[in-house]
């Protein structure tokens, strides 16, 4: 009876150290696993930060193009916005990974003179390059073309005044000879005059094989279509893209 009892004694003692040694073993793999966690946890740390850095620097250094124009730069009649000369020079920019963020502030029916009034609450954002695309509905209403070249003025000095390191770009225009050819000639030579007098960048005429070409134009004969958006952003990229840095 007593060897029974010596017996289960030695088998409990056993039991014990066993269990103990169990735990020791547990509590080294639980400690070391924790050191990899916090090992890793330090890597990716280590890892993400830079590139978090990157892209908020990437971020700050974004610049604007403001397009500051009518109907014309606001894409009437389209079904998408993004369809807009705007719009498509914006893809462009973005495939060449270029950090400018395209602002289209056009308002269908805008004249030289609206322009001028909301003029200040544009410019409540850096434009780095701005581009002024105003007239035409001046010009189909006959508006007296020394009042439409004193309120363009008066937005480019606006621009200058608060922003003088911003490159402008002024989009010339022409209208069909229905207020006279005298008036029609004046509207046409008032952009090139505007350019030289204020050293602007100018594109020509925005509306270059699309004016007056019905298949590239939507039924009221004025506003382009999808496709006639297209050649106007190539219009406009032409003198825009050597600016861009």
């Not at 003692?13 to 103990?20: A, C, G, H, T």
């Not at 369809?83 to 400018?100: R, V």
């Given at each position: 009876?007593?060897?029974?009892n ?8 056993l ?8 735990c ?29 850095e990157?892209?908020?620097?990437e971020?700050n ?41 395209i ?9 030289t003179?609206?322009?001028k ?10 434009p ?33 005044k ?6 402008i ?16 000639t ?5 952009f090139?005059d ?13 509306l ?11 039924k009221?004969?004025i506003?382009p ?13 032409t ?7």
């Amino acid at each position: 009876m007593l060897k029974n009892n010596q017996l289960l004694i030695h088998i409990n003692n056993l039991s014990q150290k066993v269990f103990l040694k169990f735990c020791c073993i547990f509590l080294l793999i639980f400690i070391f696993s924790c050191k990899q966690d916090a090992s890793k946890k330090t890597t990716n740390a280590e890892t993400t930060t830079p590139d978090t850095e990157i892209n908020q620097t990437e971020n700050n250094n974004v610049k604007t193009i403001v397009f500051f124009g009518d109907s014309l730069t606001a894409g009437y009649g389209l079904d998408d916005v993004n369809d807009a000369y705007p719009g498509i020079i914006q893809q462009k920019i973005d495939s060449l990974q270029l950090n400018y963020n395209i602002v289209n502030s056009g308002v269908s029916g805008e004249t030289t003179s609206g322009g001028k009034n909301r003029i200040d609450w544009v410019l409540n954002q850096k434009p780095t390059v701005f581009i002024l695309e105003l007239g035409a509905n001046d010009g189909l209403r006959g508006v007296p073309l020394k009042q439409s070249k004193e309120n363009l003025q008066d937005i480019i000095d606006a621009v200058k005044k608060k922003y003088p390191e911003t490159i402008i770009v002024l989009a010339g225009m022409q209208i069909p000879p229905n207020m006279g050819q005298e008036y029609t000639t004046e509207f046409k030579n008032m952009f090139p005059d505007l350019a030289t007098k204020n050293d602007l960048y100018l594109v020509p005429f925005l509306l270059e094989n699309v004016g007056g070409i019905s298949d590239l134009n939507q039924k009221d004969g004025i506003h382009p279509t999808k496709e006639g958006h297209q050649i106007l952003a190539k219009n406009v990229w032409t003198v825009l893209k050597p600016i861009l840095k």
